[in-house]
Structures are given as structure tokens and as C-alpha cells.
């Protein structure tokens, strides 16, 4: 690294844009994460990009002095991996939220994940609509009352992480928009990991979904409700440990008090090929509104989508020749490709 690389701040990465999000909204502290992050990191803004969709949080790149792309709704991720097959020298990062990602992108979030490529996914979950003003969105708990389910929501909430996980996703992890210093480490893990990286971010919405995230965001509940993994560490929390996280004959966890564990606490491994375990702690709170798992659950290493297909790519012109696309274009309305 350079002198003038290494010399980078925050204000290096903030663009000139005026940032027009709701005040109070969670997704200022994001903002300010991701930029310290990444001059932290010694990332470079002519060698990052920044591809959204639709909704609150995408209007990220616009914020961000770096390259950009608003696309369309879901789409940001299928943008994503032509970049990321075409410019392997970019750190790609696609910013996306829980209807953005879940819904309409859902198809293109589960394939970008499941091929590992070598982008950054961050998903903002504030368990509503923010964009639309209000309506239930994916991960909103059943019987949430909003515009478009003044009875309730029938529907089953999508629980992102584990989403992530099977869809073999090699880097999945979950943090909070206020607490700068567990979103710090979990970006910056998920900076270094090479393939496809998945952070679902608690996310408060002060106009439409105030509080959703209570249980983990506030002082006087954060301590008690936050299940911070650690690698090689025992998985327990609490003001003292005084609770820790067991596996049940069957594979699942649940939380039992530390006295009472014994050695049967989990000791948290995310380097584990089988996400079997990670998969378990995802599913160990169905809603953030009591002890929910937040850190790193999975980073594995798997190859890289973008490297194979390069390298069929380059295989193909060894054997074939480089070929002439313009006289392939022209050549009429049959085309006979060789095996």
C-alpha cells in the first residue's frame, strides 16, 4: 500500500450528495460504517461499486463517492455478478432491503449466493415497507398490523440468515445499524472473504416500523437479548454468561442457564463446511424480539463463480482460437457453435 493509499478517511468515501433519508433513520449509522470501514480496509473509491434497487436503502450509492449503479427493483444482485465476471479488480457491493432483496429479488439474491460470486451483499431488514409508506413487507412477524394488513399479516416471515445458509452461501452474517462497532467487524469480515458475502442488518424505521429491534438495540435490553457469536468461543450471554446455547438431540439449539449446560454448550465455529450448526442458531429466534444470534455464522471457502467461468472462458479461446465476433454476427440468422 501507498502513502496516499493508506492515508484514506471517511470523507474520502462521502460523496457531495445530500443524504435524504428520514432523520433518525438507522440507515445514516450504516452509511457512516461502510465509509470508515472501507477507508479503514485501505479499499480504493475508483476501485469500488455500490449496485441497489429499489427502496429506502437504495439510495446508498448516491451517498457514496465512490462508482454506483441505482438499478432496478431486485435486480441490483444479476447487475452484480456481470460486474464482478467482467472487472475482477472491483470490490462490488450490492445494497438491497428486506422487500427489495426478498421479494421481487428474492430468485436473483438466492442465485447470486448460491454460485458465489464475488460480491458483498448487504440487506437492510426493517420489517416493513419504508419506500411505500408502510405496508408488511417479507419479514414482517405474522399478525403485524400496517396499511396493508389493518387485520393482521397471515403471512410466515422469511428469516434472511437462514435464507443465506441454504442457499450455501460461503460468507452469512447478521449485525445492528447502531452499534458501530459490531457492524464494523462484521463489514470488514465480510471485506476480506472471497466469494459471496451476506449481511443481514437490523435496520430501525422511526416513521413506519418504530422500535421493531428494541430488544437488541437498546441499552437496557441489549445485554440480555444479544447472542454475540465468537469464533471459538462458548456461546454464552447475559450481564454475567448466565445463559448459553445448547444443542438438542434433534439439532436444534435452544437457551438454557449456563450452570445447567455443562459441556454441552456450543462451541461457535463458522468455518464448519456444513452449515448445519449455523443453520441452527439462525433458526433459534424467529423474530428479534428476545435472545437473537448476531456475528458471523458462516465464512467458508469455496470456489469462486467469477474465477471458473474465466477461466472456461480462456480454456475455450486456447482451443478455438480468439474468433471474431463481428463476423459471427454477421454471418446470417443460424449460428453453428462447435463443441
Known amino acids: 500500500m501507498t502513502e496516499a493509499q493508506a492515508t484514506l478517511s471517511k470523507k474520502d468515501f462521502t460523496?457531495?450528495?445530500?443524504?435524504?433519508?428520514?432523520p433518525g433513520c438507522g440507515d445514516?449509522?450504516?452509511?457512516?460504517?461502510?465509509?470508515?470501514?472501507?477507508?479503514?480496509?485501505?479499499?480504493?473509491?475508483?476501485?469500488?461499486?455500490?449496485?441497489?434497487?429499489?427502496?429506502?436503502?437504495?439510495?446508498?450509492?448516491?451517498?457514496?463517492?465512490?462508482?454506483?449503479?441505482?438499478?432496478?427493483?431486485?435486480?441490483?444482485?444479476?447487475?452484480?455478478t456481470g460486474l464482478a465476471i467482467t472487472r475482477p479488480d472491483l470490490d462490488i457491493w450490492v445494497v438491497t432491503g428486506d422487500g427489495d432483496g426478498l421479494s421481487i429479488g428474492g430468485n436473483h439474491l438466492v442465485h447470486a449466493l448460491r454460485r458465489n460470486v464475488n460480491i458483498?451483499?448487504?440487506?437492510?431488514?426493517?420489517?416493513?415497507y419504508g419506500l411505500t409508506k408502510g405496508q408488511y413487507s417479507p419479514?414482517?412477524?405474522?399478525?403485524?398490523?400496517?396499511?396493508?394488513?389493518?387485520?393482521?399479516?397471515?403471512?410466515?416471515?422469511?428469516?434472511?440468515?437462514?435464507?443465506?445458509?441454504?442457499a450455501e452461501a460461503t460468507f452469512v452474517a447478521r449485525s445492528i445499524d447502531n452499534d458501530r462497532k459490531h457492524l464494523t467487524e462484521v463489514l470488514t469480515a465480510a471485506y476480506e472473504h472471497r466469494g459471496a458475502s451476506f449481511i443481514e442488518?437490523?435496520?430501525?424505521?422511526?416513521?413506519?416500523?418504530?422500535?421493531?429491534?428494541?430488544?437488541?438495540?437498546?441499552?437496557e435490553n441489549k445485554t440480555a437479548n444479544q447472542i454475540r457469536l465468537r469464533r471459538g468461543e462458548p456461546i454464552t450471554f447475559g450481564q454475567q454468561g448466565e445463559n448459553a446455547v445448547v444443542a438438542r438431540g434433534d439439532g436444534t439449539m435452544k437457551i438454557v442457564p449456563t450452570e445447567d449446560a455443562g459441556d454441552r454448550v456450543v462451541i461457535h465455529d463458522p468455518t464448519k463446511q456444513e452449515p448445519t450448526t449455523a443453520f441452527a442458531l439462525?433458526?433459534?429466534?424467529?423474530?428479534?424480539?428476545?435472545?437473537?444470534?448476531?456475528?458471523?455464522?458462516?465464512?467458508?471457502?469455496?470456489?469462486?463463480y467469477d474465477d471458473l467461468l474465466r477461466e472456461q472462458v480462456e480454456a475455450a479461446q486456447q482451443r478455438q482460437g480468439q474468433g471474431d465476433l463481428q463476423q459471427l454476427l454477421e454471418s446470417g440468422n443460424v449460428w453453428d457453435v462447435l463443441g
Not at 403485524?144 to 393482521?152: D, N, R, V
Not at 442488518?201 to 422511526?206: E, K
Open 15 to 22: 460523496s457531495d450528495r445530500e443524504v435524504r433519508w428520514c
Open 28 to 80: 445514516y449509522a450504516i452509511l457512516a460504517s461502510v465509509q470508515t470501514m472501507l477507508a479503514e480496509v485501505g479499499a480504493r473509491p475508483e476501485k469500488t461499486v455500490f449496485v441497489s434497487g429499489i427502496g429506502c436503502s437504495s439510495r446508498f450509492p448516491y451517498y457514496m463517492n465512490t462508482y454506483g449503479f441505482h438499478s432496478i427493483h431486485g435486480r441490483a444482485p444479476t447487475l452484480a
Open 120 to 128: 458483498h451483499v448487504l440487506l437492510f431488514n426493517n420489517e416493513i
Open 139 to 166: 419479514t414482517s412477524p405474522l399478525g403485524s398490523i400496517h396499511k396493508s394488513t389493518p387485520m393482521g399479516s397471515i403471512d410466515r416471515p422469511v428469516n434472511p440468515v437462514s435464507l443465506a445458509l441454504g
Open 201 to 219: 442488518i437490523y435496520q430501525n424505521c422511526n416513521v413506519f416500523n418504530d422500535g421493531a429491534f428494541d430488544a437488541l438495540r437498546t441499552p
Open 282 to 304: 439462525a433458526r433459534l429466534a424467529h423474530n428479534p424480539t428476545g435472545p437473537t444470534p448476531i456475528g458471523v455464522f458462516r465464512d467458508v471457502a469455496r470456489p469462486v
